[in-house]
T-cell receptor, first 115, second 112 residues
Framework: NAGVTQTPKFQVLKTGQSMTLQCAQD?????MSWYRQDPGMGLRLIHY???????DQGEVPNGYNVSRSTTEDFPLRLLSAAPSQTSVYFC??????????????FGPGTRLTVT | AQSVTQLGSHVSVSEGALVLLRCNYS??????LFWYVQYPNQGLQLLLK??????LVKGINGFEAEFKKSETSFHLTKPSAHMSDAAEYFC??????????FGAGTRLTVKP
């Protein structure tokens, strides 16, 4: 049971380039999400998905795109990278607790630099 | 809207001393509250969670937290710090099943 895996671990992009950050989970969780972590700001939600074929925006969705074709995979796309997107990106997979809230399991992160 | 404030971006304690990391929350409904730990270059790992049951919650690695509704607080404590506790700690609040808000984090340093 690998949990949540993310690739790549590190990436450097030039402004305007596009790329996809991969995220996969083997826990059969319906809920998955993407966060970015910036110094002094904690984690901020980019996009989330409550199941295959269903996605929605979080707190900071601009410049990012997601899709969820399978339960296991939830890729995050940067369409045209900007220096403001330099950050550490975490994917999370969540199990539903009694009471309707989620407990999140995080991947190891992708450190992205945009020059 | 829900939010979390962690008081102190850096906390330094001596090995063997009490660890106290402060978290205050704002929520319009009974919240679920979480503490996560992040070691360097790693993802976040759940330490403990409050889900409206017992107000004193025990977690992994000897940490515990107490939910105090009157003070809107969920402070994290450990009686005796170990060198291995040095990490960044995040408090988070969840009001609904689609939203979790994180604090800015507190970096804990443990001095020998």
């Amino acid at each position: 049971n690998a949990g949540v895996t993310q690739t790549p671990k590190f990436q450097v992009l030039k402004t305007g380039q596009s790329m996809t950050l991969q995220c996969a989970q083997d826990m059969n969780h319906e809920y998955m999400s993407w966060y970015r972590q910036d110094p002094g700001m904690g984690l901020r939600l980019i996009h989330y998905s409550v199941g295959a074929g269903i996605t929605d925006q979080g707190e900071v969705p601009n410049g990012y795109n997601v899709s969820r074709s399978t339960t296991e995979d939830f890729p995050l796309r940067l369409l045209s990278a900007a220096p403001s997107q330099t950050s550490v990106y975490f994917c999370a997979s969540s199990t539903l607790l009694a009471g309707g809230r989620y407990e999140q399991y995080f991947g190891p992160g992708t450190r992205l630099t945009v020059t | 809207a829900q939010s979390v404030t962690q008081l102190g971006s850096h906390v330094s304690v001596s090995e063997g001393a009490l660890v106290l990391l402060r978290c205050n929350y704002s929520s319009s409904v009974p919240p679920y509250l979480f503490w996560y730990v992040q070691y360097p270059n790693q993802g976040l790992q759940l330490l403990l969670k409050y889900t409206s049951a017992a107000t004193l919650v025990k977690g992994i690695n000897g940490f515990e937290a107490e939910f105090k509704k009157s003070e809107t607080s969920f402070h994290l404590t450990k009686p005796s710090a170990h060198m291995s506790d040095a990490a960044e700690y995040f408090c988070a609040v969840s009001e609904s099943n689609n939203d979790m808000r994180f604090g800015a984090g507190t970096r804990l340093t443990v001095k020998p």
